[in-house]
């Protein structure tokens, strides 16, 4: 069983960076994939980008357009998403998610998921 636990989120303002952080525990975290989804209030869930286990390719969801960045470190059974420029379309909850299927990261259907942490993006 893995558990996630996301931290980071706050309020900033419009071209500001953020990093999220998520905090792994359980077994054998290295092979799983990891993600990041958001949910803007009142809309369904957006995927924003993925990291594969031991490889680390990773995937973006269109609208990133080269400002968020995910990463993860294996010793730290940590995974992150830096947000750069941020925009106050920006805000929404950001969720942490994670999966040893293999094709989680391509079919973006994730097992686990974290409480999410709030990203506030001011004009």
């Known amino acids: 069983q893995v558990q996630l636990e996301e931290s980071g989120g706050k309020s900033v303002q419009a071209g500001d960076s953020l990093r999220l952080s998520c905090a792994a525990s359980g077994p054998a975290f290295n092979d799983y994939g990891m993600a990041w989804f958001r949910q803007v209030a009142g809309k369904d869930l957006e995927f924003v980008a993925a990291?594969?286990?031991?490889?680390?390719?990773?995937w973006y969801a269109d609208f990133v357009r080269g400002r968020f960045t995910i990463s993860r470190d294996h010793a730290k059974n940590a995974g992150y998403l830096q947000l750069n420029s941020l925009q106050p379309e920006d805000t929404a909850v950001y969720y942490c998610?994670?999966?040893?299927?293999?094709?989680?990261?391509?079919?973006?259907?994730?097992?686990?998921w974290g409480q999410g942490t709030q990203v506030t993006v001011s004009s």
């Open positions: 990291i594969s286990g031991i490889s680390t390719r990773t």
């Open positions: 998610a994670a999966d040893n299927n293999p094709r989680a990261v391509l079919d973006r259907r994730f097992s686990y």
